[in-house]
């Protein structure tokens, strides 16, 4: 079902793909077509995020032939797929230091849904590139600030203030400066089904954000979760994800890995936490794609108290370019 959705988004950003499934549904044949962008609309299946769709959206976007305006309606906040938020938090300044920036660059949440139903709508605009920069960003730096937004849906307003006090129970005693903001949707852009829930995010001095988020059950599925509970164990995610480390967070070594891989023909370098099985099997694919294999260097952290074991990780970019961009 949401495979489905997502071959016809793909459908939609490309001109001239030709795509056949056969009749079992078992193998698909696939030949890619341009990238060409402009101002689409897409309504994304509810059994998934619109973060599913969204993390691919974020690959292709700087290569289209026009600049991408999308609407995507669904589900904004799952317990499966990076939601809108963290994406919003820390994939857009990860493009950003790779040269893919300007005031066209955002992800504007209009309104939540959440699951079963879903119901949200969130807008996502992107600029043009014709080639990427080299990026060596090394050392994450020291936290400074902790922000986050605690979301409420059809619930009462006062889930959200729940959530942040047992949240800051937790992280005030390493930090002063955080500052989490509630937003409480009411009316037509509540979405569908009633939930709540919690995205962190720690900021470093020298520009790592790293996140962390939950959400509540979806209405009719398991028990209750109570807010207090969900803020603290939210907060503690963040903190294991400040253990992990890297310049990059765990939801995002893909990303990176990949605009480092199209990059111009020079050396980056960036230094990451313990590698998912997800950014794994994504590096297998990079190196059955563009014959790029990553050089590993493993850090071991005793030396600064930097929490978990670390992963440097260089590349030559293959000097990818735009070549669908239209040159006036």
């Not at 893919?100 to 309104?111: A, P, V, Y």
Request: with cysteine; charged share 20%.
């Amino acid at each position: 079902d949401f495979e489905a959705s997502f071959i016809r988004l793909i459908d939609k950003v490309t001109n001239g793909s030709r795509i056949e499934i056969n009749q079992t549904g078992t193998t698909l044949y696939y030949q890619p077509g341009l990238l060409y962008g402009g101002s689409l609309e897409h309504d994304c299946s509810p059994s998934r995020s619109i973060g599913y769709y969204l993390e691919s959206l974020l690959c292709l976007a700087p290569f289209m032939k026009h600049p991408l305006k999308i609407v995507l309606r669904g589900v904004t906040n799952d317990q499966v797929d990076p939601s809108v938020d963290v994406l919003k938090a820390t994939a857009l300044p990860l493009l950003k230091r790779f040269g893919i920036d300007g005031e066209s660059l955002e992800i504007k949440i209009n309104r939540r849904g959440m699951p079963p139903k879903g119901g949200g709508e969130v807008v996502f605009t992107c600029p043009l590139r014709k080639v990427l920069q080299p990026i060596q960003f090394t050392d994450p730096g020291k936290i400074k600030r902790i922000r986050g937004t605690a979301y409420s849906v059809r619930v009462s307003p006062q889930m959200a203030n729940r959530m942040v006090e047992s949240a800051r129970s937790i992280l005030n005693k390493f930090l002063p400066d955080i500052y989490i903001y509630t937003d409480h949707m009411k009316g037509v852009s509540s979405g569908k089904s009633p939930g709540f829930g919690m995205c962190l995010t720690a900021e470093t001095i020298n520009g790592t954000i790293l996140s962390a988020e939950l959400a509540s059950n979806p209405q009719g599925q398991g028990t209750a979760v109570l807010p207090e509970e969900l803020g603290q164990n939210c907060a503690k995610l963040l903190l294991e994800e400040v253990y992990r480390g890297g310049c990059v967070d765990s939801t995002n070594q893909s990303l990176a890995l990949l605009l480092m891989t199209l990059g111009q023909r020079d050396v980056s370098k960036v230094l990451l936490g313990p590698l998912s099985p997800y950014t794994i099997e994504f590096l297998r694919h990079l190196r059955s794609f563009f014959q790029i294999m990553f050089k590993i260097e493993t850090k071991n952290p005793e030396e600064e108290h930097m929490g978990g074991e670390k992963v440097l990780m260089t590349c030559v970019g293959t000097g990818f370019s735009n070549l669908s961009k239209t040159i006036r």
